[in-house]
């Protein structure tokens, strides 16, 4: 049980966000090692964060996590060594490990000193044990055999290579002729160690040296070269070499680490089998290396002694005298003390700042300097609130620009109207900067969301006996993280319906004239503003007759209703609450519950949903988002109507046009205009509104909106583009969010309130 009082829950929770993020994507790096069993860089990618988890779940008492970890990475050492073949029974029992940890990682975080393991744990960590490779008396007869069997096998037809079993037990194989060979020449032409280099050196640290510290470890590493054991006295030392070295490097977790897990295992040097192990001798030598090189060292001169060498060679001092004599040489910062120019606390303070310098700069030699990335973890509150602040930024840097005209109109002098000008655009300059940077915090991968959906897509399949290949690009998109939260059920609908409903069985793929394995893709890309993700199969496709009948069976529409509907329309059917086409309920879907949460989620983040389906060859269902929850400025048009001003979005507008010189009256009360081979609807922002049309047709203007909107805006002049902060109708102008094709309002520099068209709804009822 960790001690309440000297837990660091700082530094606890701190190690829990690194390991859920440390075991991001290990789900779907099991799913890869599935389908290639010997890439040894798919099986240290998923060891390591593993053997990181078992390390540092020690250093906080989490014993539960410690043990079931440890377990777990010996069930991927025995399959990184090649003694255990990877198969689909020892894929379920890894990913059901990573869920265990994670649940684990979880109760620590709600309750640092839950720290026991439940009783289905216990039973899962025997499951793991009985993994364990059975040792077989192997024998030169079994070579034999195995020849035999492989030439019946070619002989039958079978393709060796494409039984996985036999191409894994090939691969291993092979690896060990490797280790076999490089035995023989070892003990053809064994190389001698020459630690010669490792003991000629100096080792300093801190301005002290600490040459006889070292030298133990130095013995070991030349014991175990020769594969011999180490005596009881050269033990010793290195025990008290190790306890030295941790005190020292305290401040270094990661190599009190390293010197933590040494300990234990020094008790087996004096073991001749232990120091015959390559493992072994590895892990004692990578540790005792990683060591040596945190300290400065000066090398001696080839053939040349040192002074005290020589002395003690003579028989004139001992080596302890000499030692005590290295120990009275001054430093510099001792002789500044002795020549008055500091004090002795001016001395301890700068050794100590040299100590942390001289630390953090050792230990990053152990790391890549080019990819080290400085973090810092801020509470999401905080982080709306500044970007809400940088929003009242903007409305103060249209507030300056009203602030100009009305100095304009004053006749202020042209020398205070230059300063005055330079300054509102140079503040407007930063706070566009600043606008972008707060943008970015709160941006995050879709890998986060991504990386979780092979083991689900994986699990379904294999619960319907289906065969998938799952495909994921664009994993580099970015998007808002509270958008990716919510985006997260919807997808997982989505990817539900494509495996139970999209794909179809093997044997139906293959009466079908298709390959057996189905394929689902997720795609994502980004433009400036918007996120587009799609999920596409090669299934079966939407049967829109089919969807007629079952929206007419279950009374959503009558017959003739359902007769007008397009193909396109009665696919998209598919997100009406209820709606189902599925003969029979399983564990995946089938129930009429799902697409339409994924809509409703939708419209919630302002993102949009379609589908194209073709019967027999697949279905496309695309979702377009928009990168930030809350874009705290947009770029719009402000544009005036009957007096009033209005905001309008400017990716939503083409370009401006005169009334007068393009209008074009095609029918008796229809009023359109010919764009760009486009016969667009003009609607008239009055009349929308306001049910009474605008009087000054010579003076009025038409926004040509986008073209996907089939349709052009009757305005009477635009009065500027400027950004706009985007408020929504939740901080008291609660009743105006029940006007239809209103989506928010932004305050203007003069402090009015201009409200925010929205294109898209008014198009459509138009």
Known sequence: ????????????????????????????????????????????????????????????????????????????????????????????????????????????????????????????????????????????????????????????????????????????????????????????????????????????????????????????????????????????????????????????????????????????????????????????????????????????????????EILISGNKVSEEDVNAALQKQKRVGEILVADGKIDKKDLERAVEIQNRQMLKAQVRKQSDPGTAVKSIRIDQGKLDSFANHVGELFINTDGFMYLKKEMEEKDVSMDIMSRFSHMVTAFGGHVESLHDSVMDIRKVPLKTLFQRFPKLVRQLYTSLNKNIRFVVQGEDTVIDKDLLEKIENPLVHILRNSVDHGIEMPEDRVRARKPPQGTIELNASADENYVSISIIDDGNGIDPEKMRTVAVKKGMLDESEAAELTDKELVNLIFQPGFSTAKTISDVSGRGVGMDVVISTLKECKGTVGVDSVLGRGTSIHIRLPVSKTLVANDAMLVEAAGRVYAINSEDITTTIEMKKNYTDLFEEDKCIRYDDHILKIIDINEFFFSFPNISPDKQQVLVLSIEHKSALLIDRVINHQKIVVKDFSDGYQQLSTVYGVKGYTILGNADIALILDVKKIAALA
Not at 20 to 45: K, Q, V, W, Y
Not at 77 to 101: A, H, P, Q
Not at 140 to 148: A, G
Request: hydrophobic letters at 40%.
């Open 1 to 308: 049980m960790t001690d309440e009082n000297n837990l660091d829950i700082e530094g606890l929770l701190g190690f829990i966000d690194e390991s859920h993020d440390s075991m991001e994507g290990i789900e779907g790096a099991f799913i890869e090692l599935e389908n290639d069993p010997e890439n040894i860089e798919i099986i240290n990618r998923i060891f390591r964060p593993v053997h990181s988890l078992k390390g540092n779940s020690g250093f906080f008492g989490l014993m539960n996590i410690n043990k079931f970890a440890h377990r777990l990475e010996n069930l991927l050492d025995f399959i990184r060594r090649g003694e255990i073949i990877v198969n689909s029974e020892i894929i379920n029992i890894l990913l059901k490990g990573v869920e265990y940890l994670q649940e684990m990682l979880e109760r620590a975080q709600a309750d640092p000193y839950d720290n026991i393991l439940r009783p289905d744990e216990e039973e899962f960590i025997s499951i793991i044990e009985g993994c364990k490779p059975t040792p077989v008396a192997g024998s030169l007869q079994s070579v034999i055999d195995l020849e035999n069997l492989l030439n019946d096998a070619i002989e039958s037809g079978i393709e060796v290579r494409d039984v996985a079993l036999i191409s894994s037990l090939l691969s291993q194989i092979e690896k060990k002729n490797q280790e076999i060979k490089l035995f023989l020449e070892k003990q053809a032409a064994p190389p001698p160690f020459d630690s010669k280099d490792l003991a000629d050196n100096r080792y300093f640290f801190n301005d002290q040296e600490l040459s006889d510290d070292v030298t133990p470890l130095i013995r070991v590493i030349d014991s175990l070269a020769g594969r011999n054991v180490s005596s009881d006295d050269d033990i010793k030392q290195l025990k008290k070499s190790l306890s030295t070295f941790k005190e020292i490097f305290s401040k270094d977790p990661e190599t009190v680490e390293k010197i933590d897990e040494l300990m234990p295992m020094t008790g087996f040097l004096d073991d001749e089998l232990m120091v015959g192990n390559d493992d072994y001798v590895s892990s004692i030598n990578e540790t005792i290396t990683r060591i040596l090189s945190l300290f400065e060292t000066e090398k001696s001169q080839d053939g040349v002694e040192r002074i005290g």
